[in-house]
Structures are given as C-alpha cells and as structure tokens.
C-alpha cells in the first residue's frame, strides 16, 4: 500500500461528573502525558518512524475552524498505513484499553479524532526553505494541490486519501467512516509566517460548506517527522 501518515486530533472532554478520587485533567497533564509518554511509544514502532506534533494558533483565522475546538494535532508518518493492522499497532494505549490508572485520568476526560490517510499524489515542496511555522490541515471531497499553485511562502503539500478513521470520545468508540462524518481528501500545507494570510485567501475563495479547516503552528518534531 501507499505511504502515508496517522493523523491525531485531540481536545479535552470533561465528563458530566468524575469518578471518586479521579483528578480534573488539565491542558498541561494532558500535553505532558501525550508529548512525554504516548507520542514516544508510538514513534518507538517500526512502522511509524516520526511525528509531528501541532498547536492551535491563537487568534484563528476563522472563528468556525476545527482547530478552535479542536486545538491539539499530531502527524504521524507511515511508510505503510496497513501497519495499522498490526498486532504491535494494536497495542498502544488507546488502540487497546489503557490500565485503570490511565483511563480514568486521561481518555474518559479526553477526545482524540484518529483517521489513517494514503498519500495520493506527489509531495509539492519549496526546495531549500526553512522549516515551516504553521500547517493547514484542510478536509473536504475537493482538495487538490492545484488549488495553492503559485502562492508564494508555501513549503510543502501533500494531498492525501483516507482510509480508516474513527473518534475515540472518554473511551468511547465511534467508527467516523461509516457515520459519513470524514472527507475524503486531506491536504496538508506547510506555509511560513509570511504566507498565513495569503492561504487564508484561498481556503475563503475555494472552501466549501462541511471543509474542515484546522490552523496550527508546530510545537515538536520527533524522529524522521518530516
């Protein structure tokens, strides 16, 4: 099968009421978990070696993005997406039950979007620039590169297909495929702080009603992330 990424969206998600002697999850918990602990395990597999992890810019660019409610992202590179088949796949928290310990604290408080994507066409990059600042993560049945030709300060895009995808809400599991509730097509553009309002411009003339449309500005890199 094609290369492709693991893409991860998450926020928090407090239930109606916490369990007896079970701590409120902050943002900070739940980054320090996810960034220290979780993204380290699963770029530990041989089939996933990097990832990218992202943040919400503040102010957004668009009060309706999936990013404003949505404010975490991690990218995870997959040389091939049926490693998500895999028995060592399979185990990671999250895919499997977590202990008790780490279920009451962090994913019956927490959402996390998880979808797998084949990369469909070509990388597009801007040879020799400078790692890119900010991502736009852009989901709809439309998506192409061809629709940022031209824009100057865009770094890379990638256009990807999805193939699996599911929400994974306070431990609950929801197959987001079959609900209809994914796009098709994915395109990942890597831009520099020079080119955020010129992208902005394009997502305006060319979305469509139902995009998902995520700003995020890059927090870490882990391994082979790019």
Known sequence: MPPGILWVSSRLSPPPQLR???????PEKFCNWYEE?????????PGVPGAMRWEAVYPQPSATAWSVEAPWLTVYSMPDVEYRNSRAFKGLDGQSAPKVKLLREVFEQARFDTRFYEQISPTSSEAGGPTPE???SW???HVGAALL????GVRRVRVFRVVGASTLERFVRRDALAEGAVKEGLMLVEVGEEAVERVRSVVERHGKEGDEVGWFGVKRVYGDGE
């Open 20 to 26: 007896l002697g079970v701590d409120v999850l902050t």
């Open 37 to 45: 602990t979780h993204i380290q395990e699963v770029t530990a597999l």
């Open 134 to 136: 900010y991502v736009l």
């Open 139 to 141: 989901a709809g049945d």
């Open 149 to 152: 030709e031209g824009v100057e």
